[in-house]
C-alpha cells in the first residue's frame, strides 16, 4: 500500500462548478501535508500548506483530517485555467526535507 | 530566467549507456533536491543536498545512481549501465533552506532508455 493515495481520476468538470477530490496516508507519524499542482509535462509547484483547522485560498478549501487521515482539496467556480494534476503531499515523519508524494489526481475542467 | 535550470531536458539513451543530468539551482540556494517521477506517478525523492553536502541519499534506486555538487552549486545526477526502469523525468529543487516544500522546482530531465 502506498504511503500516500489518490484517486488518479480524471474529474471532469464543466466551468464553474465545485469540485472536491481526497488524498489519504497511512503513516500516522505525518505531520505537514500540502497540495501541489502540476500542469502537463511541468514541474510541480506549491499549491498550498493544509493546516489542521483547515484554510482557505481565495477558490481554494484545504482541509485535515487526523482521526481518518485523510486530506481533502476543495476547488470553488473552477475555471479552465485549473485544469491539472494536483499531488497531495506529505513530509516524512521526523524529517523536515523529505516529501512522500501521491500519485496526483487529475483535473480537466471543460467550457 | 533566474530559475532551477536543467539540462539537457530529454534525452534518450541506449540501454547500458552512462547518461549525466545537470542541474544549475538557484543562485545562493543551499539545498538542493533530485527527484525521479515515473509516467503517472507522483514525484520520488533520491537525494538532499546542503550546500556541497550529501545530507541523504536514502532514495537512490541502487548503486548506478550517483550524485555530486562538488562547489555547492551545481549538481550532476550520474546514472551507469541504464536500464528501461530508468525510464522517468527527473526533477531538481534548490531551495534557501532545507524544507523542501520551500524549493522551487526544474522543469526536468526527460529520460528515455531504449
Keep these: ?111 | 530566467g533566474a530559475g532551477v535550470s536543467q539540462s539537457p531536458r530529454y534525452k534518450v539513451a541506449k540501454r547500458g549507456q552512462d547518461v549525466a543530468l545537470r542541474c544549475d539551482p538557484i543562485s545562493g540556494h543551499v539545498s538542493l533536491f533530485w527527484y525521479q517521477q515515473a509516467l503517472g506517478q507522483g514525484p520520488e525523492f533520491l537525494t538532499y543536498f546542503q550546500n556541497e553536502a550529501q545530507l541523504d541519499k536514502s532514495g537512490l534506486p541502487s548503486d548506478r545512481f550517483f550524485a555530486e555538487r562538488p562547489e555547492g552549486s551545481v549538481s550532476t545526477l550520474k546514472i551507469q549501465r541504464t536500464q528501461q526502469e530508468d525510464s522517468a523525468v527527473y526533477l531538481c529543487a534548490s531551495g534557501l533552506q532545507g524544507t523542501s516544500t520551500e524549493a522551487f522546482f526544474g522543469q526536468g530531465t526527460r529520460l528515455t532508455v531504449v
Design chain 1, 1 to 111: 500500500r502506498k504511503e500516500v493515495e489518490q484517486d488518479p481520476g480524471p474529474f471532469n468538470v464543466p466551468e464553474g462548478a465545485t469540485v472536491a477530490f481526497n488524498c489519504t496516508y497511512s503513516n500516522s507519524a505525518s505531520q505537514s501535508f500540502f497540495w501541489y499542482r502540476q500542469d502537463c509535462r511541468k514541474e510541480p509547484k506549491l499549491l498550498m500548506s493544509v493546516y489542521s483547522s483547515g484554510n482557505e485560498d481565495g477558490r481554494f478549501t484545504a482541509q485535515l483530517n487526523r482521526a481518518s487521515q485523510y486530506i481533502s482539496l476543495l476547488i470553488r467556480d473552477s475555471k479552465l485555467s485549473d485544469s491539472a494534476t494536483y499531488l497531495c503531499v506529505s513530509l516524512l515523519g521526523g524529517s523536515n526535507y523529505q516529501l512522500i508524494w501521491g500519485a496526483g489526481t487529475k483535473l480537466i475542467i471543460k467550457p
